[in-house]
């Protein structure tokens, strides 16, 4: 139902920023609750960052509060997920993610689509 393809993902000097994209090809994109999860190494995936199907709010793990921020284009088809001051423990392989309806989650299993993951590396 619908695709998606993150990029963006890099290595980097903690401090540094990068900006994550996840394209979707689905013709229903604004109907998802969008989420971004990684997975760092040695470690079960875990929740980051949701938007709503508006964008009109947010959450995010405490772990990145202030220094990432997700956002939405529903004109373009993109979630985004900015991501300053980043610290080597940000290391993981990022995940987009799309939930239908009304679901609003920070659980993987609440999640129906996933992108293939994009490596974000941040050396000390």
């Known amino acids: 139902q619908v695709q998606l393809v993150e990029s963006g993902g890099g290595l980097v000097q903690a401090g540094a920023s990068l900006r994550l994209s996840c394209a979707a090809t689905?013709?229903?994109?604004?109907?998802?609750?969008m989420g971004w999860f990684r997975q760092r190494p040695g470690k079960e995936r875990e929740f980051v960052a949701r938007i709503t199907r508006s964008g009109g709010a947010t959450v995010y793990v405490d772990s990145v509060k202030g220094r990432f921020t997700i956002s939405r284009d529903n004109a373009k088809n993109t979630v985004y997920l900015q991501m300053n001051s980043l610290k080597p423990e940000d290391t993981a392989v990022y995940y987009c993610?799309?939930?239908?309806?009304?679901?609003?989650?920070?659980?993987?299993?609440?999640?129906?689509?996933w992108g293939q993951g994009t490596q974000v590396t941040v050396s000390s």
């Open positions: 689905g013709r229903t994109f604004s109907s998802y609750t």
């Open positions: 993610a799309a939930t239908s309806g009304s679901t609003w989650s920070s659980r993987v299993g609440d999640y129906d689509y």
